[in-house]
């Protein structure tokens, strides 16, 4: 009866050897050693024990264990569920918890046979030896019924830890999709004491769902800043997230997992629920499909390449979106400017009627490009945060509104002198946008006094039409020539100031830096804030003639300041030879007052190697992996101070990934269908 219920057990542990004495030694060795999990939804762990000629047995026909006892060494095969990766018998909890729950854990290698005993499959041998027929009747039955014991215990052993440490590691974490990790034998809080951690020497707690988070030693290096994240001090950090969305990414959530200390009572989250209900984004108006989305809340979406160099002027639905913040919901009934600072005794209210009746209309043709416009580029020499663009975070648009020099002009300010004996000099425009967040703080910029000039609008047309709710309705700023971060929308308040604006767009972001820079050690009040932006182009479009021998291209180019293009050069070879482009729709604008781009184009021009199979260089139509050639394309652009693009972005690499302007690169496959990369 026992022979007959061995093989089954061994069956069911997945054991295979000739040698009794073997199985049961590497057996208790295998179930009391420590076992190291991956952090997998499900693993396989495999060992086997390596050759001896002490562990070989008798192969004679008289032995009463089936055959398949006779093919491999002993091996153990467990299979377990785990959610996540269950802490070691030597790793204490607190610093289980503090480690990142997404770092890989090595499980224990079969192949580490010097070090482990264990040997893979592949090493398997047959041990077989012809000594062991000479081994006494008696001794091999003590033997067999010693092995039947230890295999039973052994059985019992490894299904109580399989189930022990399962039932560890299920009590220890839970997660729900993207729903942060609790170490549920973590202490369990209320929300006034979690109310109660607001500083530094008290510990900075903060609640995500059901989870508390102790981030006190984060908050220096938080890169939106220490204040904003001090808002959420001591209470939820859900409703900022919700405002600013672009922390629900699984990155952000594995770091904040590393500060898990616990997890709120059911009243605490009754209570953080009910301050998400409302989506702040609900009153957002409707967008285009075309637009390529980069992020949804806030709405920040590019224009797709080929539309861009469709038509000189942008239209209105098409025109790139960049929103910090929802879109506010303003009626122009009852909209007001206040226009406050040095030389005014008090406020000066503005409705929009005054704006477009008091004012004589101005209208200027103006580029507006966001500073992380091409980040992409940047991105691919080492990552960094922000929104992905790639070249459509740049549109033209015909601006119409009342100068702000006449507006100025209206309410008694002189920017050219003090406005009394003790007032100090206007230096700095600022300006705060209607768009707020959850503490009512607005979206806010400033620029210099020296960049205001006639063309710089308040404006409510685009493009001959009433100003987009996502374009800054019903009024908003358009400073030519400059970063669209300064092209405040939805406009509220002009103040006249000897310092620029205090806002966090202004303070801290929007800011270039070495490349030697980073998270760690950046200083954002050792840069200026980015006003007029560099020389820039890009590669639109690109279309191979159906004989596969000649390429039209298409293109813009743009650079701050009101400098204008003067000129477009492209490669087909890597570099070592250029053709000039030719410029479309030059603007009549003066000279440095060309505020809006210039596309380009290089015509049916012919392919490096496509009339005689020859390869010019490294960038010329080479053949791909699938066997079709592939032609890199690059341009660069001169502005009317002889500004040209660098040559990489590695020597502009920033921590912001914003200024991306090196050489425009794009790899177009001749032979096959596929799209421009």
């Known amino acids: 009866s026992a022979m007959l219920k061995v093989p089954r057990l061994s069956s069911l542990l997945g054991i295979t050897s000739r040698s009794p004495s073997s199985s049961s030694s590497y057996l208790l060795r295998h179930i009391t050693s420590s076992t190291k999990f991956s952090p997998t939804r499900s693993q396989t762990f495999t060992c086997s024990t390596p050759s001896s000629s002490a562990f070989s047995s ?56 010097s070090s482990s005993g264990c040997r893979s499959n592949s090493q398997r041998q047959n041990y077989g030896s012809s000594d062991d027929n000479s081994r006494s009747s008696s001794s091999s039955s003590s033997s067999w019924w010693g092995f039947i014991c230890m295999i039973a215990a052994g059985s019992f052993y490894v299904s109580y830890l399989t189930l022990h440490n399962t039932t560890k590691c299920d009590d220890a974490i839970t997660n729900s999709g993207d729903e942060p990790k609790i170490r549920k034998t973590l202490p369990v809080y209320s929300r006034e004491q979690v109310s109660q951690h607001k500083t530094k020497e008290t510990g900075i707690w903060v609640v995500y769902k059901d989870g508390v988070y102790d981030i006190t030693e984060f908050v220096e290096s938080h890169p939106g800043g220490l204040d904003k994240i001090m808002l959420a001090a001591g209470s939820s950090i859900e409703p900022y997230w919700l405002m600013y969305q672009m922390h629900n990414k699984k990155e952000i959530r594995e770091i904040l997992d590393q500060f898990l200390i616990g997890y709120l009572d059911d009243e605490g989250q009754t209570f953080f629920l009910e301050q998400i209900k409302h989506d702040p984004y609900a009153n957002d108006p409707h ?87 091409r980040r992409t580029d940047i991105n691919h020499v080492k990552p960094v945060k922000g929104l992905e663009w790639t070249v459509g975070a740049i549109s033209n648009a015909k601006w119409s509104g009342a100068r702000l020099v006449d507006v100025l002009a209206y309410v008694g300010v002189d920017l050219k002198k003090k406005a009394s004996d003790t007032d100090d000099t206007i230096e700095h425009i600022c300006f705060d946008g209607l768009d707020r967040d959850i503490t009512n703080k607005n979206y806010g910029s400033s620029i210099p006094t020296v960049l205001l000039h006639d063309d710089v609008i308040l404006a409510y047309e685009m493009n001959g039409e009433e100003l987009p709710r996502d374009h800054g309705f019903p009024i908003r700023v358009v400073v030519p020539g400059v970063v669209g971060a300064r092209n405040v929308k939805w406009l509220g308040r002009v103040e006249l100031s000897k310092t620029e604006s205090h806002a966090f767009w202004q303070q801290n972001d929007y800011k270039g830096f070495s490349p030697s820079v980073d998270w760690n050690n950046v200083d954002f009040t050792s840069a200026p804030a980015i006003q007029e932006l560099p020389v820039t182009s ?136 596929e799209e421009d990369e």
């Open 58 to 113: 008798s192969s004679s026909s008289s032995s009463p264990f089936p055959s398949f006892f006779h093919v491999y060494p002993p091996s153990i095969f467990v299979s377990r569920r785990m959610p996540y990766p269950a802490p070691s018998t030597t790793t204490s909890s607190t610093s289980f918890i503090q480690r990142s729950y997404h770092t890989t854990t090595t499980s224990t290698s079969s192949s580490s046979s």
């Open 287 to 373: 967008r285009h499909p075309a637009l390529v989305i980069r992020s949804l809340k806030p709405m920040n979406a590019e224009t797709p390449s080929e539309l861009l160099v469709e038509n000189y002027i942008t239209p209105n639905n098409v025109f790139y979106v960049r929103n910090h913040l929802p879109v506010p919901v303003v009626d122009p009934d009852t909209y007001e400017l206040e226009i406050t600072g040095l030389g005014l005794d008090v406020p000066i209210r503005l409705s929009l009627h005054d704006l477009k009746t008091k004012f004589p209309r101005h209208s200027v043709v103006s580029a507006i490009q966001c500073a992380g416009n």
């Open 538 to 673: 890009a590669i639109c479009q690109a279309e191979v003639s159906d004989d596969k021998e000649r390429i039209s291209i298409k293109g813009y180019a743009f650079s701050g300041g009101g400098r204008g293009i003067i000129r477009v050069d492209v490669s087909l070879d890597g570099g070592k030879n250029w053709q000039t482009a030719s410029l479309c729709d030059v603007p009549e604008q003066s000279y440095n007052r060309v505020y809006g781009w210039t596309l380009w184009k290089l015509e049916n021009v012919v392919i490096p190697g496509a009339q005689n199979g020859a390869q010019n260089g490294p960038h010329t139509a080479a053949a791909g992996a699938a066997g079709g050639r592939k032609l890199a394309i690059i341009a660069k652009a001169v502005d009317s101070s002889y500004n040209v693009q660098p040559d990489s972005s590695a020597p502009i690499w920033n921590l912001r990934g914003v200024l991306s302007n090196a050489w425009h690169t794009v790899t177009v496959p001749i032979d096959d269908e």
